[in-house]
């Protein structure tokens, strides 16, 4: 029985932070040894790399950075008569507002880490792979490079691991704090030396056109751990946790207006959204209701408590699934409306004004869009100060109109999905409580629309 200093809920699964907050834990290779580390790179490296590969597509996992894109399908992309060498980068820039649950890996667990890479690199051919840091780990740096010494001087680092004739070095890179290093071609150019502009897609998909133009594997840190768990599973055991299609364990990190933030390893799917507040969490603070919800990091889409949705089932029909009772998995949130993304899921409660949190958000963005494109550049600014205005009780109902159309235009119309992560919140929030931002803005405006059709007109809808 492990010992914890804070005890799992009797409702978590855990895998990946098996030994997080550990009391009788370090980070010590001998320590992560003698609980069986290492044992399935030992496995794996006996394996024919197309096998690992194939365990990883079987298993269903999907990555935990934001996009839940399969990972073993990721893998296949590499063009297959590629010559060129071929790397493997740890996205460690954890930046998405809510999101904390890579750094605890990184601080607590970094032979897991280590372990999964060095099986990754193996299964897609990579002999050189990074771990990218945002600058704001520090601490992560020193562990992790000590890790990779340790697991250098046992051999499972270095040349000819475990006398398998496979060699890889593992690099620590750290950014200069940005969030956009965290999308992958920005990633990308970042550890190339460069300002960190995100490159358009195609032809710049990573595992084709990556670091120094050649394929590359990009995958998150919870991801690349999962993979030695997969390892000694077997990828079809591996795949009967969580639920169909959104299979394993994720991390769920939550903050905000609930009695027990902190994170919480489940299977995926397998907890409600209820079930995940209320018993895990311990609900709102006492005399408190919750209000409304952001699922997956700051970029999704906000859900409201009393929302019920309309859910289409695999055989066309169609069924209501209230808030309170989604699965938190990939597919329920999408269905929503929303997304899993990165697992930060923010609870507002009855005291959050949308105007403030709209606010919050957009000073956010604003600040960190790397201004390559104008719609963002420019769109991300405006809705920022457009929402400081509402907040200072200095907005028109115009500038909601205004603000809408904004978000509608950065929307689908940028080089990365950062346009997205700042629109998306803005249509949400707006669409959910306009009568609430409506009540923040001076109505008595003399330039008020007096034609419904002028109106919609400005909102240059793409959808
Ligand atoms: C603006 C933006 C920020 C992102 N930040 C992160 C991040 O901090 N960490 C991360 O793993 N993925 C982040 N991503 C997703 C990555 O681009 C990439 O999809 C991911 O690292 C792939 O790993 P996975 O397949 O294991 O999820 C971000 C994407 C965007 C568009
Ligand atoms: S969408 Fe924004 S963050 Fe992404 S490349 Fe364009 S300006 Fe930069």
Not at 70 to 97: A, H, R, V
Not at 190 to 208: D, H, M, N, Q, W
Not at 253 to 264: E, I
Request: aromatic share 8%; with cysteine; hydrophobic share 35%.
């Amino acid at each position: 029985m492990i010992s914890y200093t804070k005890q799992p809920h009797a409702r978590e699964y855990r895998l990946i932070f098996k030994n997080v907050d550990r009391e009788d834990w370090d980070t010590n290779i001998d320590t992560y040894i003698n609980d069986g580390g290492y044992e399935d790179l030992k496995k794996a490296i006996l394996m024919n790399p197309k096998d690992i590969t194939e365990e990883v597509k079987k298993s269903g996992l999907r990555g935990r950075g934001g996009a839940g894109f399969p990972t073993g399908m990721k893998w296949t992309f590499i063009p297959p008569q590629n010559t060129k060498p071929i790397y493997l980068i740890c996205n460690g820039d954890e930046s998405e507002p809510g999101t904390f649950k890579d750094r605890y890996i990184l601080h607590q667990d970094p032979h897991q880490l280590i372990e999964g890479m060095v099986i990754s690199c193996f299964a897609v051919g990579a002999h050189k792979a990074y771990i990218y840091l945002r600058e704001e780990f520090p601490q992560a740096a020193i562990i992790v490079e000590k890790a990779i010494e340790d697991a250098r001087s046992k051999n499972f680092v270095g040349t000819n691991i475990l006398g398998s004739g496979f060699d890889l070095e593992i690099y620590v890179h750290r950014g200069a704090g940005a969030y956009i290093c965290g999308e992958e071609t920005g990633l990308i150019e970042s550890l190339e030396g460069k300002r960190p502009y995100p490159r358009i897609k195609p032809p710049y998909f990573p595992a084709a056109l990556g670091l120094y133009m050649c394929p590359t594997i990009v995958n998150n840190v919870e991801s690349l751990c999962h993979v030695k768990h997969i390892i000694r599973m077997g990828g079809d055991e591996y795949a009967k946790l969580g639920v169909a299609r959104n299979t394993g364990t994720r991390i769920l990190c939550v903050s905000g207006d609930v009695k027990h933030p902190g994170y919480f390893e489940v299977e995926v799917g397998k907890v409600t959204m209820r079930e995940l507040l209320y018993d895990m969490c311990g609900g709102p603070r006492d005399g408190r209701e919750i209000k409304a919800v952001i699922p997956g990091g700051s970029s999704s889409k906000i859900l409201k408590a009393d929302e019920v949705f309309i859910i289409k089932n695999p055989d066309g029909t169609e069924r209501e699934l209230a808030f309170w009772d989604i699965p938190m998995d990939f597919d329920s949130l999408a269905a929503c409306g929303s997304m899993a993304g990165s697992g930060g899921v923010i609870v507002l409660d009855d005291t959050r004004k949308m105007s403030w949190v709209l606010n919050n958000i957009n000073a956010f963005y604003a600040h960190e869009s790397c201004g390559q494109c104008t719609p963002c550049r420019e769109g991300s600014a405006w809705m920022k100060k457009i929402s400081d205005r509402l907040v200072d009780g200095n907005a028109t109902s115009m500038d909601i109109e205004t603000l809408e159309s904004i978000a509608y235009q950065i929307d689908g119309r940028t080089i990365c999905a950062f346009g997205e992560a700042s629109s998306w919140p803005v249509e949400a929030i707006i669409a959910k409580f306009r009568d609430e931002l409506l009540a923040d803005t001076k109505l008595e405006i003399a330039d008020e629309p007096a034609n419904p059709e002028a109106v919609a007109q400005r909102r240059f809808r793409v959808h």
